[in-house]
């Protein structure tokens, strides 16, 4: 009986992994502005940035709870960068991230 107990847990616990809603979309912050600032993320893993003149994103990968984003900085000074936000809160509508005690929502659009 306990192994049965402990095999409905393990597969229970992999319904709610898999059930965790998928970052692939158009994200934009919930600023206030006029402006729409944000990112797509597409199911190849390709990205881009929207509205963020100094920003290029071309990639995005998901690792556990943490979003990684790659791009180029544009400007007198392009470089490439890697950013590393943790996912706190991710719905089909809702996508919160944080970095150095730093905390962004975006809305699915």
């Known amino acids: 009986m306990k192994k049965i107990l402990n095999i409905v847990a393990f597969v ?15 994200w934009i912050e919930t600023t206030g502005g006029s402006e729409e600032i944000g990112f797509n993320l597409n199911k190849d893993a390709s990205a881009s940035s929207i509205n963020m003149g100094y920003v290029d994103f071309n ?10 984003l790659k791009g180029d900085y544009l400007g007198s000074n392009k470089r490439e960068f890697s950013d590393t936000m943790k996912i706190e809160s991710i719905t089909k509508t809702e996508l919160t991230l944080s970095q150095g005690g730093y905390s962004v929502t975006y809305i699915k659009k």
């Not at 229970?12 to 965790?20: G, P």
């Not at 990639?59 to 990684?68: T, Y």
């Open 12 to 26: 229970l616990l992999l319904t709610m992994v898999s059930c965790s809603p998928s970052p692939v979309g158009t």
């Open 59 to 68: 990639q995005w990968e998901k690792n556990g709870d943490l979003l990684i």
